[in-house]
């Protein structure tokens, strides 16, 4: 048997469509996820299920259709660009499997069976490493893989922000941003959060972040007045890890900056989290505490220079194999 490689990518996920019903199952999906809310299941099911989807689906519906593209939700559109740009690039075949939703990583795996590959390199599309997002991706792997007699050789990519081509490619942008659009007075870089406690427990999620943000300001040189880092997209009444992303705004409109920019490095695609969250939310909020102007800088999504830097990892990860 002649040896064929694959690549298996892996996103977060995305409803199907911008309803209330289909955003009710994928949210399901997902919060079930004992990487996602740990709680124990006999006091968090009944608040999953008799409040939060209830009462929260028919409001994400809403987002969704705010920032929903005429293909389909944005973070599938341009999972799904990089995934024919990557083959592309790469002459590998390559697949896309969503840990929540559709299309899953099973469908994702068989579609590389069937194309002859019996080693499959599995690259989740997140940066920086955390057990909410790359280990939950594993984990769906691992149970997809329980259901399979003949299993295919594995590689796998924990993480990929110290690759000297994602820091390069994060401050390219930046500056054709910023060559297009003009300066603003501040940067921030916000990454989605995790609750504390997890970081706490192990997770070395905030280290990475750390880490890329110092990488990145390497190639900008931005003095410590005009960037910083901070956390969205918080959950629930626990702490979370900070400091958090709309209070930083909002703390900095108030110092007196009138002009930000921000930047999302923890997502590899433009998403609800970005468009809506960070480009209408935090926008807001920015200017009802005296900013002038809040400014989204775009994901990698597709870009040429994002997928050089996923292809050199995909060459690099799948050597001598």
Not at 92 to 105: D, E, F, H, K, Q
Request: proline content about 6%; glycine content about 6%.
């Amino acid at each position: 048997m002649t040896d064929k490689v694959g690549v298996l990518l892996i996103n977060l996920g995305t409803p199907d469509a911008p309803t209330a019903k289909a955003v009710k199952a994928f949210l399901a999906e997902f919060l079930h996820d004992k990487r996602v809310v740990d709680l124990t299941r006999f006091i968090w099911c009944p608040v999953l299920h008799g409040i939060v989807l209830p009462f929260r689906s028919p409001k994400v519906a809403k987002l969704y259709q705010s920032i929903w593209m005429e293909e389909g939700s944005p973070l599938m559109v341009y999972s799904k660009r990089q995934r024919d740009k990557l083959a592309q690039s790469t002459g590998l075949p390559v697949a896309l499997g969503m840990t929540y939703g559709n299309p899953s990583i099973d469908s994702g795996l068989a579609e590389l069976e069937t194309q002859g590959c019996n080693k499959v390199l599995v690259l989740p599309l997140y940066p920086q490493y955390s057990a909410t997002t790359t280990a939950a991706g594993f984990d769906k792997l691992a149970k997809v893989l329980k259901t399979r007699s003949a299993l295919p050789e594995l590689r796998t990519v924990n993480r990929y922000y110290q690759h000297p081509g994602y820091a390069k490619a994060l401050a390219e942008s930046v500056q054709r941003f910023w060559a297009k659009e003009g300066e603003s007075e501040y940067l921030l870089c916000s990454y989605h959060g995790i609750p504390q406690r997890y970081a706490d427990n192990g997770d070395p999620y905030p280290q990475d972040c750390q880490a890329s943000t110092a990488l990145l300001n390497q190639h900008l040189q931005l003095p410590e007045a005009r960037f910083g880092m901070s956390y969205q997209s918080i959950f629930g009444r626990e702490e979370w890890i900070k400091p958090y992303t709309e209070a930083t705004i909002i703390a900095l409109a108030e110092k007196g900056v009138k002009t930000l920019d921000v930047i999302t490095p923890a997502f590899a695609s433009d998403c609800l989290e970005t468009l809506e969250e960070i480009a209408e939310q935090c926008q807001e909020a920015f200017i009802e505490a005296g900013g002038e102007r809040l400014r989204l800088v775009p994901c990698l999504n597709d870009d040429e220079a994002h997928i050089q830097l996923l292809s050199d990892v995909i060459a690099e990860a799948t050597q001598n194999w």
